[in-house]
């Protein structure tokens, strides 16, 4: 099932009407007691990075995820020093619980989590 016919959302940034970064989440219960929500993706074009545009994205997504009923973020990050770095600053750790779907897409990710404390 897609993110929007599973009641996801998208969630874009613009500056003077130009999108320079998006995040989803999955509105999908995750995990044995089902509190993950899955961060599908968080992307800012890079001339507009290192300027709190992700941070604010990855604020909005955690709001997504805690009305979806979500107490924490999943996220399957590409292994780059930047971007772990990136989500390590934000407060995420590795994740306590793997989520064998997701591992098995993606098995050279790391897998992180982010707790949604609002």
């Known amino acids: 099932m897609s993110l ?12 003077k009407g130009t999108l320079v970064g998006i995040t989803s989440v999955e509105n999908q219960p995750r995990g044995k007691v089902g509190n993950y929500r899955k961060m599908d993706i968080l992307f800012v074009s890079k001339q507009y990075r290192n ?12 709001e997504k ?8 973020l999943y996220i399957s990050a590409i292994p780059s020093k930047s971007t772990v770095d990136f989500y390590l600053r934000e407060g995420a750790t590795l994740v306590s619980e ?3 779907e ?15 404390g609002f």
């Open 51 to 62: 300027q709190g545009i992700g941070a604010n994205l990855l604020n909005l997504a955690k």
């Open 98 to 100: 793997i989520d064998k």
């Open 65 to 72: 995820a805690k009305l979806f009923g979500g107490t924490k």
């Open 4 to 15: 929007l016919q599973n009641q996801g959302v998208l969630i874009g940034a613009f500056q």
């Open 102 to 116: 997701l591992y098995q897409l993606e098995p050279d990710d790391i897998h992180l989590e982010v707790q949604i």
